[in-house]
């Protein structure tokens, strides 16, 4: 008998079975920027629709910062600019949305660039703000439609509450804490995980439904979730983590629950567990590398602004030049990369043979052997096949911590 | 498309006989199975029927049963397809049925008493329950089916025939009448064999005349067979036969207490699901001398004219457990001063009265007793080896029972301690004053207690062997006045204790047995010491 009272508390198993539509809310701040006009409810029956007509100093057409607010359920934000009315052939396109949460700058950005129609979709919060800028160069008649549909929510919205289970005694808590090996993180897992049994009382089995009995079905407790859990101790939280129902035995009419509880330090790896790299979510508002491939996106981050840039937050995608590699042959029984074959566009080299010499014009340098693709060409230095797409790192363990925590 | 219905037998809409039955049921027990016949026009070997069970109007669970038999009738092209499905929701529900024993109660207050321990009791002992079934199948394009697209909305009703109504609806199946949905089922027990139920199929449920048809006409027309109709007496026949009872108790009927025990009788009031009323209305005690002269008379009116429990409307089901303390203790404390010293025994009975429109709202009564009389005679024991244990029993109510013949209490204790070099030179007072090097830091303590019944003749025996497996066994000590509380609430002084192993000796002469009972009971809470340092 012991003075201590260990106590495991869990969280009440939701019970909101019943689904309906939730209820959001769009509208753009006021005041909206000069010269755009808009109208409609935001809903997908009647989308936020508008329109400008104000030329911006370089002859076209600007969205300057328009901000869709949200209220209400979470909900799906779509969203279509159109600049299909401009005319072909404009030299210059250029297309920017900022994404921002409570009115901070910088948090979460999404660019497209030269998308004549921009479409797509982001899920958005109660209280999220989202920005739109929008600068079309040679074209007047920018159009932007959006409007939310709200995600199924409970129709009885019930607040988080614990209820204690029975215990056939005190928790065993050992602390041995220590520093982990960092080279592998998974065998960090947890801080610690504890296995339990659980006597099978009416608490308990009211809280598992009987999840021995092969005729019920889980209603409210479902096996393979999480059950977030704390030990308490003297009414004092000591363990926070959550609870997992490994098996159930039935010995006669003894019912016993065989449950494990993690701890939440390391809760990230086992969140991530047998997920990989393609498992995130690539269309998050935040870390968005989902983007139209063309050729505005695949240059845009090579503008020296970005270059000089010290943000803690580059891009998200860069398109580097990747040299392919060389051809190889076979000369007098070695393999040798060919660097004298024919024909000359064959040999795959970043710079052509003629690398020194100035020339009058384009035709001089083509005639001296010059060869467009080469980076010492004075007009297209770069194949469109050598620039290569990558992803930025930083932004990747961002969204694994976005995703799975 | 495919159509599905749930055939009705009769015009009445019984789609099973299994709904012929009582609401009020035990939910400590094997079967209970509840029939739903399924019939429609495809064979899906999917199909199944979802059905959402409901405590108290609380939806806490579902259950998917598969059909126990699919019968293929009619002829090609147009099979009839009747599927079978068995429901058996008293284990799940078990876990939603809570009892305790009432912990205090109002000196000289019935009134408020009742409110705590009965009409207000957070541990009631009895749940209502109902369901509500629907069909599902996934069909052959892999598609779920659900009947209506939603969940479960059909009700399972009972149905059972009004033997006192204007118009007699006969004893047959055929003119029962659908009596709602509800079940109210109470937290006792039932065994099949002991309790004389011997069928020789398990999952057949009990309470039903079996049978089609007009078989109903079995030994029982009101349903007796149900093995709660013994305690829903509500229409007594005078001598009560043996076999029935309105409390929730096999202890003996004759009962021998202490002028300062507490004893409770448990029993059913209120409206059964399927709408008979349970009256209780009045308790009667009756105190008597040694020469069996009745010296006084108390009566306690327990429910009033136009109180739900009094005058149920037509839906309501308020069948529940209620608690009535009838020991010495109690009738001093609640009722009335009584001259326990003149007492040699007294009975107490529940009486029905007649509602009336007083404004008071008090009843004219008592008119007739509603159960069996329970015989208390007064016998103090002048050794000091009272002990008295209080148990859950089988029936979902408290019994109650003093060993008086030894006690032997036995107090284990462990300590662990550690070295303490003390050592400080900054103190000059005698070092042996706190010099102590082997300190204590933890205490466990395990408290047993011996104790031993006199001889008790078998029939007391085969009661108190309930005790044996109590899941909820106390050593119930004298009502006290908490420092903590109000003057005039009595609590309970109740001591969790486990039946950690009983020895018998049997005494045998001639024809006769007694036995003595040696029971050793293990505290069950936690000892708490002085920690010091």
Request: charged share 15%; glycine share 8%; hydrophobic share 30%.
């Given at each position: 008998m012991s003075n201590q009272q260990t106590v495991l508390r869990v969280q009440t198993n939701n019970k909101t079975q019943v689904m309906v539509t939730g209820n959001t809310l769009v509208y753009a701040a006021v005041p909206v920027p000069t010269g755009v006009t808009y109208g409609g409810s935001g809903t997908q029956a009647s989308p936020l629709t508008g329109s400008t007509?104000?030329?911006?100093?370089?002859?076209?057409?600007?969205?300057?910062?328009?901000?869709?607010?949200?209220?209400?359920?979470?909900?799906?934000?779509?969203?279509?600019?159109?600049?299909?009315?401009?005319?072909?052939?404009?030299?210059?396109?250029?297309?920017?949305?900022?994404?921002?949460?409570?009115?901070?700058?910088?948090?979460?950005?999404?660019?497209?660039?030269?998308?004549?129609?921009?479409?797509?979709?982001?899920?958005?919060?109660?209280?999220?703000?989202?920005?739109?800028?929008?600068?079309?160069?040679?074209?007047?008649?920018?159009?932007?439609?959006?409007?939310?549909?709200?995600?199924?929510?409970?129709?009885?919205?019930?607040?988080?509450?614990?209820?204690?289970?029975?215990?056939?005694?005190?928790?065993?808590?050992?602390?041995?804490?220590?520093?982990?090996?960092?080279?592998?993180?998974?065998?960090?897992?947890?801080?610690?995980?504890?296995?339990?049994?659980?006597?099978?009382?009416?608490?308990?089995?009211?809280?598992?439904?009987?999840?021995?009995?092969?005729?019920?079905?889980?209603?409210?407790?479902?096996?393979?979730?999480?059950?977030?859990?704390?030990?308490?101790?003297?009414?004092?939280?000591?363990?926070?983590?959550?609870?997992?129902?490994?098996?159930?035995s039935v010995m006669n009419s003894m019912v016993e629950y065989d449950v494990t509880l993690y701890s939440n330090v390391g809760d990230l790896f086992g969140k991530i567990g047998n997920n990989l790299l393609k498992d995130l979510d690539?269309?998050?508002?935040?870390?968005?590398?989902n983007h139209y491939f063309s050729i505005y996106n695949t240059v845009a981050d090579w503008n020296y602004s970005i270059l000089q840039s010290n943000s803690i937050a580059p891009p998200l995608y860069f398109y580097p030049i990747v040299h392919n590699g060389y051809d190889y042959i076979q000369v007098s029984g070695e393999t040798q990369v060919n660097i004298t074959g024919t024909p000359i566009t064959n040999v795959t080299r970043l710079y052509d043979s003629t690398v020194v010499g100035s020339y009058a014009n384009t035709g001089a340098f083509t005639a001296a052997g010059g060869v467009e693709g080469r980076i010492n060409s004075p007009t297209k230095p770069l194949l469109d096949n050598q620039l290569k797409p990558a992803l930025n790192i930083w932004g990747l363990i961002q969204l694994m911590f976005a995703g799975f925590n | 498309m495919s159509t599905f219905?749930?055939?009705?037998?009769?015009?009445?809409?019984?789609?099973?006989?299994?709904?012929?039955?009582?609401?009020?049921?035990?939910?400590?027990?094997?079967?209970?199975?509840?029939?739903?016949?399924?019939?429609?026009?495809?064979?899906?070997?999917?199909?199944?029927?979802?059905?959402?069970?409901?405590?108290?109007?609380?939806?806490?669970?579902?259950?998917?049963?598969?059909?126990?038999?699919?019968?293929?009738?009619?002829?090609?092209p147009d099979f009839i397809y009747t599927y079978k499905f068995n429901v058996r929701p008293y284990q799940y529900l078990s876990n939603y049925v809570q009892t305790e024993h009432y912990q205090y109660y109002h000196k000289n207050d019935w009134f408020t008493t009742n409110n705590i321990i009965n009409i207000n009791n957070p541990y009631p002992n009895n749940v209502k329950f109902h369901m509500e079934y629907g069909w599902t199948y996934i069909d052959n394009n892999n598609v779920s089916q659900t009947e209506s697209g939603g969940g479960p909305s059909n009700n399972y009703n009972h149905f059972t025939d009004i033997p006192y109504g204007a118009a007699l609806t006969g004893f047959t199946a055929s003119g029962f009448t659908n009596?709602?949905?509800?079940?109210?089922?109470?937290?006792?027990?039932?065994?099949?064999?002991?309790?004389?139920?011997?069928?020789?199929?398990?999952?057949?449920?009990?309470?039903?005349a079996m049978g089609t048809g007009s078989t109903v006409?079995?030994?029982?027309?009101?349903?007796?067979?149900?093995?709660?109709?013994?305690?829903?007496?509500?229409?007594?026949?005078?001598?009560?036969?043996?076999?029935?009872?309105?409390?929730?108790?096999?202890?003996?009927?004759?009962?021998?207490v202490q002028s300062d025990d507490n004893y409770v009788l448990y029993y059913l009031a209120g409206q059964t699901g399927d709408r008979q009323v349970i009256p209780a209305d009045y308790l009667v005690l009756q105190f008597y001398n040694s020469s069996n002269v009745r010296i006084d008379y108390v009566q306690q009116q327990l429910t009033f004219s136009g109180t739900t429990y009094e005058s149920p409307t037509?839906?309501?089901?308020?069948?529940?457990?209620?608690?009535?303390?009838?020991?010495?203790?109690?009738?001093?404390n609640l009722y009335s001063d009584v001259d326990w010293s003149t007492v040699d025994y007294y009975t107490a009975q529940i009486f029905y009265g007649l509602p009336t429109d007083d404004p008071d709202r008090v009843a004219t009564?008592?008119?007739?007793?509603?159960?069996?009389?329970?015989?208390?005679?007064?016998?103090?024991?002048?050794?000091?080896?009272?002990?008295?244990?209080?148990?859950?029993?089988?029936?979902?109510?408290?019994?109650?029972?003093?060993?008086?013949?030894?006690?032997?209490?036995?107090?284990?204790?462990?300590?662990?301690?550690?070295?303490?070099?003390?050592?400080?030179?900054?103190?000059?007072?005698?070092?042996?004053?706190?010099?102590?090097?082997?300190?204590?830091?933890?205490?466990?303590?395990?408290?047993?207690?011996?104790i031993e019944s006199d001889y008790i003749t078998v029939q007391q025996s085969k009661w108190l062997e309930q005790m044996f497996y109590s899941p909820q066994v106390y050593i119930m000590g004298k009502d006290y006045i908490s420092p903590l509380d109000r003057q005039d609430k009595y609590y309970k002084d109740m001591l969790p204790v486990t039946v950690t192993s009983t020895e018998v000796e049997t005494f045998t002469k001639k024809h006769k047995k007694l036995n003595k009972y040696r029971i050793t009971l293990r505290t069950a809470n936690n000892f708490f010491v002085n920690k010091g340092f």
């Amino acid at each position: 008998m012991s003075n201590q009272q260990t106590v495991l508390r869990v969280q009440t198993n939701n019970k909101t079975q019943v689904m309906v539509t939730g209820n959001t809310l769009v509208y753009a701040a006021v005041p909206v920027p000069t010269g755009v006009t808009y109208g409609g409810s935001g809903t997908q029956a009647s989308p936020l629709t508008g329109s400008t007509s104000t030329a911006s100093a370089g002859g076209g057409s600007i969205l300057d910062n328009i901000e869709f607010r949200f209220s209400g359920d979470t909900a799906t934000f779509y969203y279509t600019i159109d600049s299909t009315t401009a005319p072909t052939g404009v030299p210059y396109q250029n297309f920017f949305s900022s994404v921002a949460f409570d009115n901070k700058n910088a948090v979460g950005t999404y660019q497209d660039i030269g998308i004549r129609k921009l479409e797509g979709s982001f899920t958005v919060t109660n209280g999220e703000i989202i920005r739109l800028y929008a600068e079309y160069v040679g074209c007047t008649g920018v159009t932007f439609s959006v409007y939310v549909v709200p995600e199924s929510v409970p129709l009885v919205k019930q607040p988080t509450t614990y209820q204690n289970l029975d215990l056939s005694g005190d928790i065993p808590i050992k602390i041995s804490k220590s520093f982990a090996e960092i080279e592998d993180i998974s065998k960090r897992n947890s801080d610690y995980s504890l296995g339990l049994i659980l006597p099978g009382s009416k608490k308990n089995n009211k809280f598992f439904e009987d999840y021995f009995n092969v005729d019920t079905q889980s209603l409210f407790f479902n096996a393979t979730l999480r059950v977030p859990c704390d030990v308490l101790i003297d009414d004092q939280r000591y363990f926070n983590g959550y609870m997992k129902l490994n098996k159930v035995s039935v010995m006669n009419s003894m019912v016993e629950y065989d449950v494990t509880l993690y701890s939440n330090v390391g809760d990230l790896f086992g969140k991530i567990g047998n997920n990989l790299l393609k498992d995130l979510d690539y269309n998050s508002i935040d870390y968005r590398f989902n983007h139209y491939f063309s050729i505005y996106n695949t240059v845009a981050d090579w503008n020296y602004s970005i270059l000089q840039s010290n943000s803690i937050a580059p891009p998200l995608y860069f398109y580097p030049i990747v040299h392919n590699g060389y051809d190889y042959i076979q000369v007098s029984g070695e393999t040798q990369v060919n660097i004298t074959g024919t024909p000359i566009t064959n040999v795959t080299r970043l710079y052509d043979s003629t690398v020194v010499g100035s020339y009058a014009n384009t035709g001089a340098f083509t005639a001296a052997g010059g060869v467009e693709g080469r980076i010492n060409s004075p007009t297209k230095p770069l194949l469109d096949n050598q620039l290569k797409p990558a992803l930025n790192i930083w932004g990747l363990i961002q969204l694994m911590f976005a995703g799975f925590n | 498309m495919s159509t599905f219905y749930y055939p009705a037998q009769y015009a009445n809409g019984l789609n099973s006989n299994s709904q012929i039955r009582r609401s009020a049921d035990m939910i400590y027990q094997r079967g209970g199975t509840y029939e739903v016949i399924l019939r429609g026009d495809t064979y899906y070997q999917s199909m199944s029927l979802n059905v959402d069970l409901f405590a108290d109007d609380n939806y806490v669970g579902r259950m998917s049963v598969v059909p126990y038999d699919v019968l293929q009738s009619g002829s090609t092209p147009d099979f009839i397809y009747t599927y079978k499905f068995n429901v058996r929701p008293y284990q799940y529900l078990s876990n939603y049925v809570q009892t305790e024993h009432y912990q205090y109660y109002h000196k000289n207050d019935w009134f408020t008493t009742n409110n705590i321990i009965n009409i207000n009791n957070p541990y009631p002992n009895n749940v209502k329950f109902h369901m509500e079934y629907g069909w599902t199948y996934i069909d052959n394009n892999n598609v779920s089916q659900t009947e209506s697209g939603g969940g479960p909305s059909n009700n399972y009703n009972h149905f059972t025939d009004i033997p006192y109504g204007a118009a007699l609806t006969g004893f047959t199946a055929s003119g029962f009448t659908n009596t709602g949905k509800y079940f109210d089922y109470v937290g006792g027990s039932f065994q099949m064999d002991t309790d004389h139920y011997l069928l020789p199929n398990f999952d057949q449920e009990v309470g039903t005349a079996m049978g089609t048809g007009s078989t109903v006409n079995t030994i029982s027309s009101n349903r007796t067979l149900s093995p709660m109709t013994q305690f829903l007496m509500s229409n007594p026949t005078l001598p009560e036969p043996a076999q029935t009872s309105r409390f929730l108790t096999d202890a003996p009927r004759i009962q021998y207490v202490q002028s300062d025990d507490n004893y409770v009788l448990y029993y059913l009031a209120g409206q059964t699901g399927d709408r008979q009323v349970i009256p209780a209305d009045y308790l009667v005690l009756q105190f008597y001398n040694s020469s069996n002269v009745r010296i006084d008379y108390v009566q306690q009116q327990l429910t009033f004219s136009g109180t739900t429990y009094e005058s149920p409307t037509g839906f309501t089901d308020n069948l529940r457990v209620f608690n009535l303390p009838v020991g010495p203790a109690d009738i001093s404390n609640l009722y009335s001063d009584v001259d326990w010293s003149t007492v040699d025994y007294y009975t107490a009975q529940i009486f029905y009265g007649l509602p009336t429109d007083d404004p008071d709202r008090v009843a004219t009564g008592p008119v007739g007793p509603l159960s069996e009389a329970f015989s208390f005679y007064v016998v103090d024991n002048c050794l000091p080896e009272n002990t008295r244990v209080a148990f859950l029993n089988a029936r979902g109510g408290f019994d109650y029972f003093t060993f008086t013949a030894y006690r032997q209490d036995t107090t284990k204790i462990k300590t662990t301690t550690y070295d303490s070099r003390y050592y400080s030179p900054d103190l000059s007072s005698p070092d042996r004053n706190f010099g102590r090097s082997v300190k204590t830091f933890d205490t466990n303590v395990d408290y047993d207690i011996v104790i031993e019944s006199d001889y008790i003749t078998v029939q007391q025996s085969k009661w108190l062997e309930q005790m044996f497996y109590s899941p909820q066994v106390y050593i119930m000590g004298k009502d006290y006045i908490s420092p903590l509380d109000r003057q005039d609430k009595y609590y309970k002084d109740m001591l969790p204790v486990t039946v950690t192993s009983t020895e018998v000796e049997t005494f045998t002469k001639k024809h006769k047995k007694l036995n003595k009972y040696r029971i050793t009971l293990r505290t069950a809470n936690n000892f708490f010491v002085n920690k010091g340092f």
